[in-house]
């Protein structure tokens, strides 16, 4: 029996044996493993699973004399295992309690390989699959003899654990490496890809695809020898790659120097996954095992781990923004009109045609019209190429995108969008005239970045299904949603928009209606800073550099550049005017912007580009008698950046922009970039301390180039709620409440 003292499981759970049904078959001499528990849709292996799987191995194993086949799987063919309980995982507070939990799932695995033909046993076991397979459910698969998956679009399989900062402690990285050998081992656990059947049988991750009405036939001939499975003839692999010294050791120079480039070396999981799985091969698996558990136990307990189940956690909470006041999913938005064909439109009008949709793009301009319809065309043959969508789903989704110049076919629309300038009348008379053509029912959205939903939706008839829904650019790859809720924004219409948000592969957080909303009003005094740094003699490639190595993907120089000098001087002013000399803009880029430099989409901004070369442009201009070069060193320059974006990040909380530090957290990491290994702005003040950020806030209000500047002394005052956390010596984030035993 499992001892469960000190693991970080919950008290109360179902019956013993509720999870677990071990059914055998005398005449067929076949025996079944099937994972059903009554207190989740999807098994999960939490502290019950866990229980009953053991409960089940042991009876199975007392007896199966006379049995020839095991089949391991989920109570319906596309609902298996959604892999271990990230609760538990996040309530881990020791090493050895993650040791002991890694060593639990192995040893579980082990019996399950010992009863396997593979392990030396007498049953031909078969796991049979589809819908989520991540992570432990991989893991448990891998035990077996052959893997059948269901093709079907829900599933997908595959080793995500580094995403979470930790690695597969179950086997993963032990097993999968024997099964498909290390270099494409190495792909799946380094990227944590979830793969799609077909996929996964093309690396030899599974041993067969069938569609699911055929899943347990398949697994059943699998496991009685009616069908046989090809032999697959390992060798050349093995000479070449796994047990071929010489080249192991260039592999592993080649892909450690890949992620460090990738990651910075933020990530330490990714290390020591990648040594694990070069070393299978020459390993013992029980001393594989050991060496696995060991890794766990170190990465489980580190704040970059912490960090990354926080996130996730949070990212699956606003999962439920998209439900109704029954628990169900809200209405479903099924036909939409998107106003305006920019890059924006075009973006949010072709994500929504590829995700189900039907969706009518609308715009005056026909060249606009067209190019946007190319841009499509073009983003679902790429899907189409890279194995995302089958053929049937790119020729529906190319079908379901309408073009229209005129005020025609919109009467069926339970949705209307409009993704024009950032000009308050021209987004009133749009709407206006669109409220008109639509549904009485339907949501009306605006995508906009920096106006007030509530004047946007001043003139209406009904300002209870207006909402904002601010989309980031490039659509189709930044996660985060901004749902932007006016005063008089019903409920409903956040569920409803939430679920299409959700629809869309989006992560909403819901937001109020102030200026910036949560993103830009981030981002602005962080980008301004980097201005006034600028003008102080700072190098833009040098803070740009040790932006990035902070983590942020890109520096504050690089990303005015990327967003447009115009649209990001367009939401400074909004936020000056908004806040005040808190937020006053610099003018650093007026030159720029006169001369229609604005940055990547006219190949000039703050920098040239010559080739693959860039350099400053020469209109970048510091302030007369500024100096040479900066008298900050790195350290107090990186400060300067990121402070000013803590310290907002406090503020925004405080007037309940949104409401937890979660919510914010999630937003800045999908929206921003901010790096995920330091959880969020709002981690990183729990973690420096509040009394740490105040002082070193203070610091900056007092260097003489601040104190100078109007507005600098009070972009470094610390937020009211950060004093309050220095006296009471409270955290934005609660830590886990270590479950009872």
């Known amino acids: ?67 020839t086949g095991l089949i391991v799987r989920g109570k319906e063919p596309l609902r298996f295992c959604a892999g271990a ?11 050895e309690q993650a040791r002991r939990l890694a060593r639990l799932g192995q040893e579980l695995f082990q019996r399950i390989h010992r009863l396997s033909k593979g392990g030396g046993g007498s049953l031909f076991v078969v796991t049979a699959a589809g819908g989520p397979v991540p992570g432990g459910a991989f893991e448990l698969a891998l035990a077996g003899d052959a893997i059948v998956l269901a093709d079907h679009e829900s599933t997908r399989i595959g080793l995500p654990e580094v995403k979470l900062g930790i690695l597969p402690g179950w086997g993963g990285c032990q097993r999968l490496p024997r099964r498909a050998g290390a270099v494409v081992a190495l792909d799946a656990i380094l990227t944590g890809k979830l793969f799609r059947a077909k996929d996964a049988l093309r690396k030899g991750l599974v041993d067969r695809v069938t569609h699911p009405e055929y899943l347990d036939r398949v697994a059943r001939d699998l496991a009685l020898g009616v069908e046989r499975l090809p032999k697959k003839d390992h060798r050349a692999r093995q000479f070449l790659v796994d047990r071929n010294p010489l080249v192991r050791e260039v592999v592993r120079r080649r892909t450690q120097a890949t992620v460090e480039r990738t990651t910075g070396g933020h990530y330490p999981a990714a290390f020591e996954a990648l040594d694990l799985v070069l070393d299978a091969a020459r390993t013992p698996l029980e001393r594989g095992l050991e060496k696995e558990a060991d890794a766990l136990a170190r990465l489980a307990i580190s704040p970059v781990a912490k960090h990354l189940v926080a996130i996730f956690r949070a990212s699956e909470a606003q999962k439920k923004l998209g439900a109704d006041e029954d628990g169900g999913k809200a209405q479903r938005l099924r036909r939409a009109a998107v106003v305006g064909a920019g890059v924006m439109g075009a973006g949010i009008a072709s994500l929504l045609a590829q995700r189900g949709v039907d969706v009518r793009l609308s715009d005056l301009a026909r060249g606009a019209l067209d190019s946007a319809f190319r841009s499509h065309e073009a983003a679902v043959k790429k899907a189409l190429k890279r194995r995302r969508v089958e053929r049937p789903d790119a020729d529906r989704a190319i079908d379901r995108f309408e073009l229209s110049t005129e005020p025609v076919g919109f009467g069926a629309c339970d949705f209307v969008i409009e993704a024009i300038a950032e000009k308050l009348g021209a987004k009133r008379a749009v709407l206006g005239n669109f ?145 005040g000399e808190r937020m006053r803009a610099s003018e650093l880029l007026a030159p720029l912007l006169a001369a229609g430099d604005l940055g990547d989409k006219t190949g000039r901004g703050i920098y040239v580009r010559r080739g693959k ?119 934005f984030h609660t830590p886990a409440a270590r479950p009872t035993t």
């Open 435 to 579: 409220a008109k053509l639509i549904r009485s029912d339907a949501v009306i959205a605006t995508n906009t970045s920096s106006l007030s939903v509530d004047a946007i939706a001043a003139e209406l008839d009904d300002p209870s299904r207006v909402v904002g829904m601010h989309f980031f650019n490039p659509v189709d790859k930044m996660p985060l949603v901004e749902i932007v809720r006016g005063a008089k924004t019903s409920d409903r219409t956040v569920r409803r928009v939430a679920r299409l948000a959700l629809d869309l592969g989006k992560t909403p957080v819901v937001v109020a209606d102030r200026p910036g909303f949560v993103v830009n009003r981030l981002l602005g005094p962080y980008l301004d800073e980097a201005l006034r740094l600028f003008e102080e003699g700072s190098s833009p490639r040098e803070l740009d550099r040790r932006a990035r190595a902070f983590g942020l993907p890109m520096g504050p120089f690089e990303l005015l550049d990327r967003v447009g000098l115009d649209i990001a001087d367009h939401a400074a002013r909004s936020l000056s005017e908004a806040f």
């Open 85 to 95: 309980d990230v609760e538990a995982i996040f309530a881990i507070e020791t090493a």
């Open 613 to 731: 070369e860039k350099e400053l442009n020469p209109l970048l201009l510091r302030p007369p008698h500024a100096p040479a070069a900066s008298e900050l060193w790195g350290p107090e320059q990186l400060e300067r950046l990121i402070l000013p974006l803590l310290n907002e990040a406090a503020l925004c909380l405080q007037e309940r922009v949104v409401q937890s530090a979660a919510e914010l957290d999630l937003a800045a990491v999908f929206g921003m970039g901010f790096p995920p290994f330091r959880g969020g702005p709002l981690h990183l003040i729990d973690d420096r301390g509040a009394h740490d950020v105040i002082a070193a806030l203070e610091r900056c209000a007092a260097q003489p180039t601040v104190a100078r500047r109007p507005g600098g002394v009070e972009r470094f005052t610390p937020a009211p709620i950060l004093r309050e956390l220095a006296r009471t010596g409270g955290r």
């Open 1 to 67: 029996m499992i001892d469960f003292s000190g693991l970080p499981f919950p008290q109360g759970s179902p019956p013993a044996g509720s999870c677990v049904r071990l059914e055998r078959n005398a005449d067929t001499k076949l025996a079944q493993l099937v994972l059903d528990p009554p207190h989740r849709s999807l098994a999960v292996f939490d502290g019950p699973l866990l229980r009953d799987f053991d409960l089940a191995l042991s009876d199975l194993e007392r007896d199966h004399g006379g049995f």
